[in-house]
């Protein structure tokens, strides 16, 4: 979770009508995520045929469907372990496809894969932190203020641009920094207590059998 997460709940009330809708006629977070991972891809082409601003456009909505699919995951109680892993991995993909476009079609300066790959240096540390009992962790930064950076450093002329994807990416390294810094959360110890609990208790039944 990032400073901006902290407003998560009031965002999942707002679209919770939305969410309920889309879950009566069947539409499920997977496929949120699919769609918004579509229109990243759009947004890559766009950008890379020199529509840049149209890249942007189809991008922001694409980012607005990552929003809507963890609303309508929580919101129905539909959320699970795969649905999260995809939705994370397709958040950097959908990232990378636009980056990708407007660097080879918009003259955006390549320095913006550095938001990419801090990005996807955040992932990794999630994915270890979710396997270590560290998925709660609190984190200054996440996906709203990068894509903030990655938007403000595209639309801003030179250096200012390479200033803001070198910011966004030192906040994916802060965060993860966090990640692998913290140790394993309340649930994860009370777990590997009661499971060395079991295994002491289950050693002491073999030998007294």
Known sequence: MSLFYRYKPRKDAVLLRVATRLDRAGVTPNQITAIGLCLAFSS???????????????????????????????GTNRG???????????????????????????GVPPSAF??????????????????????HVFTTFGRPERVALLIAGILSPAPFNTVLFIAAA???????????????????KIGRTRGASSDRQTRVTQRNN
């Open 170 to 188: 030192l906040c994916c390294v802060i965060s993860s920094a966090q990640i692998l810094a913290s140790g394993p959360s309340r649930s994860a």
């Open 44 to 74: 890559g082409l766009a950008a890379l045929r020199g529509h840049l601003y149209i890249g942007i456009i189809l991008f922001a909505v694409a980012v607005f469907c990552d929003a809507l699919d963890g609303s309508v995951a929580r």
């Open 114 to 135: 550095l938001v990419i790959g801090g990005a996807f240096t955040l992932l990794f540390a999630r994915i270890y932190g979710r396997m270590h009992g560290r998925d």
């Open 80 to 106: 699970t372990e795969f649905g999260l892993y995809f939705d994370g991995v397709s958040d950097r993909f959908s990232e990378f496809f636009f980056v990708a476009g407007a660097v080879f079609g918009a």
